[in-house]
């Protein structure tokens, strides 16, 4: 295959992994929306965090920012696409790059740093998302800036200096491999360095994988186990994790506005009346993807009743939410209701409330099948469904139950 110079563009999917895909040129000009072919999604200007170059250098493959103005960038675009043209035949580039910055011209890093954090705020991303890259990014400054300043001068040391630092200093979590931390924060500090035109010096594909665990679900037993010993309320909790999927935040906002007692229904629903309260932007709470799901989640009746019971109990109007605090407020630490219930029924494994959201999608797969569990999951790509869907987890009685089923016709 001739070699050639792909345009690319960096979305934001709503995966948190910023996928890089192709771009189209129609009439002197990139194709706005970019559509992803894998599954048809596309994606407006807002959507793309800014556009690149790909072609193969000497053996390697290189990415170029061309940033996210697309006029810019196509211009870029084709001044590369031209020089590549003439080296391929032998002859010189008619743009050369520009030559690196004398010392006295370096960008300082902490200057950079702060213009991007600043540049997040205006974009109104989630305060959740601009804490996880301000925490990366202001942990490599500290470290980096001991030695140097400039953010050209950025080297593979650096990289690995920063991951070293990483395996000393983060709090490493009783479950799950540490090397997701690792290279998330890697990936946000690449992110950064592209939005200032900066190449990371450490691809991650260099950079090592966690290992794959098994995803996992709660079994009938376990979930039974922890009812039988909760209150009322932790009661509440616990079933409506598993009947609606909800993510931690979509269950600590979620209002009694967003469920259809009457149809059976549920859905979540950006919350505009937060704005600029507990931390939040001027946008107020806005779900994963900023939208609604695409379908409302059709609920079993026996939830329905439970959710009855519970808005009268608590004499609650439909703009009250669900599972507040005694306050009043959103409460962001509901897995310490579900984990006194688990105290109570002395159930020592793995508390999640991430877990539920899987048992949630498994059941609903094997029911009604993996699009449907997609919908009601809010998943923009199919894929990430797959991820989540878990082998049944069952205990050593759970398992002997099933085999003496599977074994019943078979004689002495």
């Not at 743009?95 to 950079?112: E, G, Q």
């Amino acid at each position: 295959m001739k070699p050639r110079v792909s345009l690319q563009a960096r979305v934001n999917d709503g995966t948190g992994r910023f996928p890089q895909i192709p771009a189209e040129i129609r009439r002197r000009a990139i194709l706005i929306p970019v559509e992803r072919q894998s599954d048809g999604r596309f994606f407006e200007l807002k959507d793309i965090i800014g556009f690149y170059a790909r072609y193969p250098d000497n053996g390697k493959r290189k990415v170029q920012p061309l940033g996210k103005d697309p006029a810019a960038a196509y211009a870029q675009f084709q001044q590369i696409e031209q020089d590549f043209s003439r080296i391929q035949k032998g002859l010189l580039p008619l743009n050369p790059p520009a030559p690196k910055l004398d010392p006295k011209d370096d960008r300082d890093i902490r200057a950079c740093a702060a213009e991007y954090k600043a540049n997040l705020v205006r974009r109104r991303v989630k305060p959740t998302t601009i804490s996880k890259y301000a925490s990366a990014l202001d942990d490599f400054v500290a470290l980096y800036t001991k030695d140097k300043t400039s953010i050209d001068a950025i080297d593979q040391q650096d990289i690995m200096n920063y991951l070293a630092w990483m395996r000393t200093n983060l709090r490493r979590q009783k479950n799950g491999d540490p090397q997701h931390a690792y290279r998330n924060r890697v990936r946000y500090l690449s992110i950064f360095l592209h939005e200032f035109k900066v190449e990371c010096p450490v691809p991650m594909r260099k950079i090592k994988k966690p290992v794959k665990s098994r995803p996992w679900k709660y079994s009938g037993d376990v979930i039974n186990l922890l009812l039988s010993k909760a209150t009322r309320d932790e009661k509440d909790l616990i079933h409506f994790l598993l009947n609606t999927g909800f993510r931690d935040e979509e269950t600590a906002y979620a209002k009694w506005s967003d469920i259809d007692l009457k149809q059976g229904s549920i859905n979540v629903h950006p919350k505009p009346e937060f704005a600029n309260r507990y931390g939040l932007g001027d946008r107020g709470w806005t779900p994963k993807d900023g939208e609604a799901r695409e379908q409302d989640i059709v609920l079993d009746p026996k939830f329905v009743e439970i959710m009855k019971n519970r808005k009268a109990r608590t004499q609650a109007k439909d703009s009250d939410l669900i599972f507040p605090t005694p306050r009043g407020n959103p409460n962001i630490h509901l897995i310490k209701i579900v984990r006194r219930a688990a105290k109570a029924a002395k159930f020592e494994g793995k508390i999640s409330l991430h877990a539920f959201r899987r048992t949630f999608g498994t059941l609903i797969a094997k029911t009604y099948g993996i699009e449907q569990a997609r919908l009601w999951l809010g998943h923009a790509d199919i894929t990430t469904t797959q991820r989540y869907l878990a082998a049944d987890e069952m205990t050593t009685k759970e398992y002997q139950r099933k085999s003496a089923k599977a074994f019943a016709g078979i004689g002495d």
